[in-house]
Each structure stands twice: as C-alpha cells, then as structure tokens.
C-alpha cells in the first residue's frame, strides 16, 4: 500500500474538492521548493539534483530530463530569450494522465515550470494545450491569475532578481501539434509540421532561441525532486528509473482508470490489482502497454516491469505508460484498423512516405476486416510496417509510432489475418 509521500504527484488530487488554491497548496507542502531554490542556489545545482534523481521525460520518448536541460546555453535570462514549454497536448489514443494532473493541481505544474525555468534561466514559461481541454484551460488561467497575484509569477520573483511569467496556448487539436519541433512550430503561427534536428530545440527552438519542451508529467515531478532531495525520488522507482509513474489502463477491465504507482511496478500488478483485472467472460488476449503508438504484448508478458528498459527488452516501449487491453472477444484486426484511421488521418503530410503510406495500409486493413481482402495483401502490409516503421525513413516518429501496434500485430495475429481472408469475412462479427 501506497501512503502519500509515495504519490507525490496525485496526494493533492481531490476530485470532490477540486484544485487547491495557493494556500491549501502552500499548507500541503507547496511553494517549499520554490522557496529553497529562486536565489538560494545556483541554476546548475537545479540540473544536477534532476540528473541524480534519474528523472525520464514522462512525454514518451524518455530522455533523461537534467541531460536534456543541460544542453542549453548557460547565459541568464536576462541575455538572450528562452522559452519554457510545458507540452500538454496530450492527444495519444489511450492515454489521459495528463488531464488528472492539469485538471486536479494546476500550482504543481506551475511550480515544476518555475524550477525548471530557473535551472535552464527561461524567463518565458508557456503551457501549450490540447485545445479540448476546456475545464484544464480555465483552471489553469485560475490558477496562474492566483499565483502571480501572490508574487509566485512575474517580475523579481522572491526578490531574487530572476522574473519569469506563464501563458496558455489552446492548440489546434492535431496530434502532430504534441510533437515538440511542431510545437514549436505551431507556437510561431505556423503550420504545424515537424522540423529537422539538429538544431535541437534546447539550442535553437522557439523563433530560434533556446527553449525546453517537457511533458506535463514531467514537470510536476519537479517541487518533489526538489523538497525531498534526488535520492528519496530515485528510490521511489522499483528498478533502475527514479520517482512514480501515473500508469492507466482502458478496454474490458473492472476498473479502467490511472493510478500513481512506483516506477517499475509490473503490468499483472496495475490491471489485476488496481484495474481488477477483467471483466467476467473476457480474457485479456495481448495489450499495447504504452498508448496507441506502442507494439502489442501478449498475455504471456504480464510480469514485465513497467519501466522503460524491461519495456524495451520484452519488445515494446512504455510510451505514455497508459495500457490499451485487447480482449479475446474484440476483433484484433478491426482494432489496428481503428488505430491506423487515427495515424492516417493525423499525417501532417510533411513527408511521402507517411502522407501516402498510411492511407495504403488503411485501406488495405479496411479490405481484410471487411472479407474482401487478398493473400498479397498480407506482404504490402508486412513492406509498410518495415518501411514506415524504421526510424529515418520519415521526418518524425509519427510514422514508426503508429506502425508499431501494426508490425507486431501481423505476427501476434498472423492467424486471425489468414483467416479473415480465407474465409472472407471477420470471424468476429456477429451475423457474418
Ligand atoms: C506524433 C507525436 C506526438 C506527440 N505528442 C506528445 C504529447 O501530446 N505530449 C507530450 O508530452 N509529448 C508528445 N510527444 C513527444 C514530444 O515530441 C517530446 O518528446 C516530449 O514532449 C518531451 O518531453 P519529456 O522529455 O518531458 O518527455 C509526441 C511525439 C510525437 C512523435
Ligand atoms: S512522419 Fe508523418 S507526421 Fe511526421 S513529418 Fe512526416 S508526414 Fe508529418
């Protein structure tokens, strides 16, 4: 059992109550932080307590957040311009711990932002939003209000000479708007499509000046790295990466949600423990354990630990840590075909090979779902997945991203593939 010390992220989340506001958040524990570090110690002891508190960006790639930070130019703020950016577009199929976070305590994500602005001295914070998030969007503009009222925001916070301010930005409501270099691009009032790297963003991001994207997740781990020093957060974590995880699980189980959990805590644990397992007459058949841009595991991978290398060895990734289930009873096939109708329809377009190639494999899964599906249909899927799905081959991970439940679907499915197409209809569907 888990006591509160241990959910840093989520202990303050009171869905009844709503938000704190800045003095239940101060009486809880926060602004600690923010006081033991603006003009007490310098920026770089911020970045080396979040390196050794083994910190991975929660957003899905999983870099090493002190190392990403100290890839910015070290000049103050008051030098050149840096940006801030606190990545909330949260638009992975599956996944909305994000939104619990934004929605249940906006102050620790705009604490996290001040620490993270003072480690990298940005003076310019933004919050760039999934535009759907309506009550997230007005609680944050409460809760930004709030804090600089208070002094928490704006000019010379503390009277410690370093000014840093935060705005909201609704975005579009594209996937492609979450990826950071289309972020940035998007920020610039811009079409959002992805940009080369190098340069990367910690060097030249927004309008060209040093900026940090870091998931929202991310971020609010910051105050407690802070408070509680680097090794508490590191012990936190059940293997090798530090701090708690907010790990969600949807399709037929008893109690789909999201829970704050250690780090490392393994997948039977999460959906037969805290999502209660499945729902009666539904076996759990395989699961794509980190968002819809994850490859699927099967049933018999229940014991993995739930961090990003024993991920990686079982041969998916943790992504967003979020699990989509796939039961015994739900059609495998029309499941990757729903998924790669969201892939296809969310190319940016930028590059041919992802523009092209993935209305091509949406229409081919349409045909095999559909019954009128051929043998060769099964060999262009299999030259998609490996073409699209090898990194390099397009502009961004959008196109790897959303082969991965597709290239190991074929070989998880291979049979349900052959038999749709022999017999020319879904054997799942009802009356066919
Ligand atoms: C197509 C695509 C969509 C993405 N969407 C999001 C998103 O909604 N939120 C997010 O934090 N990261 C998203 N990412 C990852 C970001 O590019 C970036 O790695 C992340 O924001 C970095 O933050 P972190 O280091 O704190 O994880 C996306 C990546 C791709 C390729
Ligand atoms: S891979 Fe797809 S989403 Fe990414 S830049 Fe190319 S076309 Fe756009």
């Known amino acids: 059992m888990t006591h ?39 920026p770089a002891e911020v970045i080396d307590i979040v390196t050794r508190s083994r910190l991975r960006g929660r957003g899905g790639a999983g870099f ?23 990545n909330a577009d949260e638009m992975e199929p599956g996944t909305f711990k994000d939104r619990l976070l934004l929605e249940g305590n906006p102050l620790q994500l705009i604490e996290g932002m001040i620490l993270a602005a003072y480690g990298v001295q940005a003076g310019h914070g933004i919050i760039f939003l999934r535009g759907e998030y309506h009550l997230a969007c007005a609680r944050l503009h409460h809760a930004i209000g709030e804090a600089r009222e208070q002094g928490w925001l704006g000019e010379n ?27 940035l691009t998007a920020l610039e009032g811009r079409r959002a499509t992805p940009r080369s790297k190098p340069p990367f963003p910690q060097t030249g991001g927004l309008w060209g000046a040093p900026s940090v994207v870091n998931n929202v997740e991310t971020l609010c781990n910051l105050p407690h790295i802070i408070t509680n020093g680097p090794e508490w957060f590191a012990g936190l974590g059940l293997g090798e990466d530090g701090g708690t995880k907010i790990y969600g699980v949807s399709g037929r189980v008893m109690k789909p949600g999201a829970w704050e959990l250690p780090i490392g805590t393994p997948l039977r644990q999460i959906i037969e423990e805290h ?7 539904y076996r759990l058949r395989a699961l794509l354990p980190g968002g819809a841009s994850t490859a699927f595991l099967d049933a018999t991978a229940l014991d993995v630990a739930m961090d990003y290398g024993s991920v990686e060895k079982a041969g ?67 030259r998609h997945a490996r073409m699209l799905g090898a990194p390099g081959r397009t502009f961004c991970a959008h196109a790897p991203g959303a082969m991965a439940p597709l290239a190991s679907g074929l070989k998880l499915f291979a049979a349900d593939f052959a038999a749709h197409i022999q017999h020319g209809r879904c054997p799942q569907q009802p009356g066919t």
């Open 4 to 42: 509160s010390a241990e959910r840093p992220l989520t202990a303050m989340i009171d869905p009844a109550a709503g938000p704190p506001d800045c003095a239940t958040y101060e009486h809880n524990g926060g602004w600690q932080a923010t006081r033991q570090t603006i003009g007490q110690r310098p």
């Open 64 to 86: 090493g957040t002190g190392q990403k930070w100290s890839f910015v130019p070290k000049e103050p703020a008051s030098g050149r311009r840096k940006y801030l950016i606190a």
């Open 157 to 183: 916070i503390l009277g410690s000479g370093f000014s840093f301010d935060i705005h909201v930005h609704s975005s579009a409501g594209r996937y492609i708007c979450g990826e950071e270099t289309a972020l």
């Open 275 to 281: 999502a209660g397992g499945m729902r009666p007459g």
């Open 316 to 382: 998916s990734r943790l992504g967003t840590g979020m699990a989509i289930i796939l039961d015994d009873r739900t059609c495998p096939i029309g499941m990757i075909r729903n998924l790669e109708h969201f892939f296809a329809q969310e190319s940016c377009g930028w590059c041919t090979p992802c523009r092209d190639g993935l209305p091509w494999v949406e229409r081919l899964l349409d045909a095999i779902e559909d019954g009128t599906g051929q043998a060769e249909d099964m060999d262009q899927l299999g």
